[in-house]
Structure formats: structure tokens, C-alpha cells
């Protein structure tokens, strides 16, 4: 099938992206591992030794990320449907993260450690109807937040990708009545035209 004159512009745009250019000198897997490296330093969030949860973490750029910040005596747990090929000091589990087999995994993992961070960068496949796939993202982004506030211990943090559009204000209200502090983060790598951020909430109310 020919290609379409949207992928082939995509593709273009893919390839001379500099931030895709950085990952592979760099040897991040995806480009997405720049808006975490820059979220967190401004915020802090990874630290030494500390657990962490991945949810959706295929192909592993923000796994890279987490794994080299928590250091030896840290541990991160990745999640995917789809899977992921082994990096160093990252923990794996295939599966969709509210299946109880793949929960009981998670507690076997984490073996009485509770988790400090929940990560999120889910995206959906998109259809480009703009409806449908605003939808789907704030879906996952629920059940991510979810995830979060059932396993998350008091005090820990949550970040998640969002879309703005119809159900965002929902879905800040609601972050908002489970942490003491939630702030929007739009790191420089996300592209301008695209209408994605990020909810960083802080202080997992108990």
C-alpha cells in the first residue's frame, strides 16, 4: 500500500526531530525519556532507592530514565500489554495492570516495599477522530490514576500524561481530591502542536 502523504510527513518529521536524534546518540529507546529527565529535574521526583511503578512502559525510554536516578538499591517495576525488551535493573510484568494475575505479580515483586511513584506516558492508538481518541486518553489516564491511588503509598507522587480537551477539568478535580499538590508540566521535548502534557500529583493524601 502506498504510503499516505500524512505518514510520510510524520515520518520526515520523526527522522529530523532532534530529540529522536538525542535518543539514539543518547541511547534512550524513544524521545519520550527528555520529558522525564526534564520534569524531574525540576521536580525531583526520582531518588536514590526508592520504588517505583511504570504503567504502559513499552518501550522503556522513562524505565532508562527511573532505572539510572534510583541507582542499585532502587527498584522499578515496568507494566505493558505489549512486550518489552529487558533493560538493566528494570523488573517486568506483561499484562494489563487491573488484572488480579498481573496484580499478584506486582505484590510478589514488590515484596512488602511499598511504591513511591506511579509513572504514567500511556497513549492510545489514534484513529484521528478527535472525539474518540480524547475518550480513550482520558480513559487510560483514569485507570491510571486509579492504579495509583489503590497502590500508592501516603505521601507518594503520580505522573501521568494527559490530553487537553473535553473531560481534562474532570480529571484535575479528581486528582485534586487525592493529592495535597498537582501541577501541570508540559516538558520542552512534548512537540507544540501536540495538545499533551502532564499532571504531576504530589502528596498522596492517606
Known amino acids: 500500500m502506498k ?5 510520510k510527513q510524520w515520518m520526515m518529521e520523526h527522522v ?3 530529540y529522536v536524534q538525542r535518543a539514539q546518540k543518547d541511547g534512550f529507546r524513544s524521545r519520550a525519556a527528555y520529558k522525564l529527565l526534564e520534569i524531574d529535574e525540576r521536580d525531583h521526583l526520582l531518588k ?3 520504588v517505583v511503578v511504570d504503567l504502559g512502559a513499552t518501550p522503556g525510554g522513562w524505565c532508562q530514565v527511573a532505572a539510572n536516578k534510583l541507582g542499585a538499591h532502587g527498584k522499578i517495576i515496568a507494566l505493558d500489554l505489549l512486550p518489552l525488551h529487558p533493560l538493566p535493573r528494570v523488573e517486568f510484568i506483561q499484562g494489563d495492570f487491573r488484572d488480579d494475575a498481573v496484580l499478584a505479580q506486582l505484590e510478589e515483586k514488590l515484596g512488602g516495599q511499598q511504591i513511591g511513584l506511579v509513572i504514567s506516558d500511556m497513549a492510545p492508538n489514534m484513529s484521528g477522530i478527535d472525539s474518540a481518541d480524547q475518550a480513550r486518553a482520558m480513559h487510560l489516564a483514569e485507570l491510571a490514576l486509579e492504579f495509583a491511588v489503590q497502590h500508592l503509598k501516603p505521601g507518594g507522587a503520580f505522573l ?4 487537553q480537551g473535553v473531560g481534562f ?12 499538590k498537582v501541577v501541570t ?4 521535548a512534548s512537540r507544540d502542536r501536540s495538545s499533551e502534557q502532564y499532571l504531576l500529583g504530589m502528596e498522596k493524601r492517606s
Open 185 to 188: 508540566r508540559k516538558p520542552k
Open 3 to 7: 504510503p499516505s502523504k500524512t505518514s
Open 160 to 163: 501521568v500524561k494527559v490530553f
Open 169 to 180: 477539568e474532570d480529571y484535575l478535580k479528581l486528582m485534586r481530591s487525592h493529592f495535597v
Open 16 to 18: 529530523n526531530d532532534p
Open 48 to 50: 536514590p532507592g526508592m
